[in-house]
């Protein structure tokens, strides 16, 4: 089974665009996020992550972990540019990409007529020389592995996960790195003392299905190295969402910063895309992983951060009931194209 799936992750990207717009910032720990202790983290630096500080962290205790944090606000437009850039310099080694988000994608080279790792390394080398950015590389025969191998050597890594490897490279990773299987999930393994991939292997396929469903199904196929999914770049995109899993806490007002961080980023992919929308649904997830959603459907198309995050912050102050969350979300769905609308009018 031939190596024809790369998964490509540009390391720490926002700090890492930080750091080229200003050099005085390198080997020292830094964060991109909001400047208030109230405001969440979007990425640190592997400077600051050698603290514990991630991503979905709310400031004030990145502060508590490294007295020396730098914080940079979000200047979203800056790695849309930068982004492009990199995506442009992908597009010269394979046809066939689907763009995950602002910083990672995945690609079918299985036209190219070069060797995968000279490619891989050809890429490299070129947004790193046209870009300043590395990249980390997963090589794999399926998108489930390309991304996990992806995540391996980070920063500036490469990762081949062959047919020959599996399952024996999965065994001894925690149940986290596999795709499909969120903090719920996880906590319902855990609970029976499943940890490791190792000990996943060992439960039957309808114990699987049982236990979660269809997804039970895909999670046995995956930890076994299967996964039928394509590389589709001409996805056509049913909804746009931002959500981030952070600390339990009923801190009103951390929560509605949490969702002012949502309304930013999903309002900048929308219009990155030139995309509106008619309908928005506020998701969360309390401390007991009880998920509820609240959507609301517009006569008129929205398309700015105001009108998303003013209906977003209307839907939480009027559901929100005091509880411990988890999580918060914010999609927006019915999509529709503007150029289209613009056209239509």
């Known amino acids: 089974m031939r190596n024809n799936i790369i998964h490509v992750d540009i390391d720490a990207f926002y700090a890492s665009v930080e750091e080229l717009d200003n050099p005085s910032l390198i080997g020292k720990p830094m964060c991109v996020g909001g400047l208030s202790d109230r405001s969440i983290i979007t990425t640190a630096n592997y400077e600051a992550r050698k603290y514990g500080i991630h991503s979905a962290m709310p400031v004030f205790m ?51 007529k070069h060797k995968p790792v000279d490619m891989i390394y050809a890429m490299k080398e070129d947004i790193k020389k046209n870009t300043g950015l590395t990249v980390s590389v997963g090589l794999s025969y399926n998108k489930f592995l390309a991304k996990l191998a992806s ?70 196929q995956r930890i076994r190295g299967i996964d039928n999914r394509k590389v589709e770049p001409n996805r056509v995109r049913k909804s746009m969402a931002v959500e981030r899993t952070f600390l339990d806490t009923n801190d009103a007002d951390l929560l509605r910063e949490y969702i002012k961080n949502y309304a930013t980023e999903l309002s900048k992919d929308l219009s990155e895309k030139n995309l509106g929308f008619y309908t928005i649904t506020l998701k969360l997830k309390n401390s007991n992983f009880k998920t509820t959603t609240h959507s609301k459907t517009f006569p008129h198309v929205i398309r700015t951060f105001d009108e998303i995050y003013e209906i977003s912050l209307k839907i939480f102050d009027e559901q929100y009931t005091g509880e411990k969350l988890r999580l918060a979300g914010i999609s927006a769905s019915n999509l529709t194209d503007l150029n289209y609308e613009q056209l239509s009018f």
Request: aromatic share 6%; net charge neutral; proline share 4%.
């Open 62 to 112: 990145a502060k508590q972990l490294c007295s020396d944090l730098i914080i940079m606000p979000m200047r979203r437009s800056l790695y849309v540019e930068k982004s492009k850039e990199v995506f442009k310099i992908i597009s010269k080694y394979s046809s066939t990409i689907e763009k995950v988000s602002i910083d990672e994608s995945y690609l079918d080279i299985s036209k190219n």
């Open 151 to 220: 995540d391996w050597n980070k920063p500036n890594g490469l990762m081949i996960i062959t047919k020959s490897d599996i399952p024996d490279i999965l065994k001894p990773l925690d149940i986290n790195n596999v795709h499909g299987l969120g903090q719920k999930s996880q906590q319902k393994l855990r609970a029976l003392g499943i940890n490791t991939i190792e000990e996943l292997l060992a439960l039957p396929e309808d114990f699987l299905v049982e236990m979660f469903g269809k997804m039970g199904s895909e999670i046995y």
